[in-house]
């Protein structure tokens, strides 16, 4: 039986083991429970080919430049983050049910670079006064605001700008198109 290093688990054969069956004996390998069939390290940690955080396995942007912040999927955040699914009713800055899961998604996102700090960034229709809307927009990012710091993320790390009914992403003639310039989005400014 040939000679192993002391503290290593050996089977019946005199073999080191290597429980996730990734090519790395237990003895090294610093992420023991890999899927089967994953491709890993000399550490028996799945690959990051592009070092943005994501493993390979999950990475749907593969190739991401380097230093490029990213989301959980791997593809490089925008300028400008729209929250897509974040939704207000017309003339009103509480946030919908709906729009938690985006709004999740965003925190994690926060946490996951906690050096970044955004502007949260409120909108509205032209329904009503444009002294209205603007208030209603800061009202509307105040609330996205408040649910980030809510859910850990430091209030130092946020600002908010209001622009009212100024930036419309779609027409304000239509129902639909209203309800879309109802957004708020995030922009980093680091």
């Not at 023991?32 to 994953?38: D, S």
Request: with cysteine; aromatic share 2%.
């Amino acid at each position: 039986m040939p000679d192993h290093p002391p503290g290593r688990t050996v089977n019946a054969q005199g073999c080191e083991l290597d429980g996730d069956g990734d090519g790395v004996v237990d003895a090294l390998d610093k992420c023991p429970t890999t899927p089967p069939g994953r491709k890993v390290d000399a550490k028996g940690c799945e690959l990051d080919s592009d070092g943005d955080g994501i493993i390979d396995a999950i990475d749907q942007c593969p190739n991401t430049p380097a230093g490029d912040r990213v989301d959980a999927r791997g593809c490089s955040l925008p300028k400008i983050i729209v929250l897509k699914g974040v939704t207000f009713d017309t003339d009103n800055a509480t946030l919908e049910k709906t729009s938690m899961t985006t709004l999740d998604e965003a925190v994690a996102i926060l946490k996951r670079y906690p050096g970044l700090k955004v502007e949260v960034i409120g909108h509205t229709d032209n329904v009503d006064s444009d002294a209205h809307n603007m208030d209603l927009s800061q009202r509307r990012a105040k609330a996205v605001m408040d649910y980030f710091v809510s859910h850990g993320v430091a209030a130092e790390r946020l600002g908010i700008k209001a622009y009212g009914e100024t930036q419309p992403t779609a027409d304000n003639a239509t129902a639909a198109g209203r309800a879309l310039n109802r957004r708020v989005e995030l922009r980093p400014l680091n």
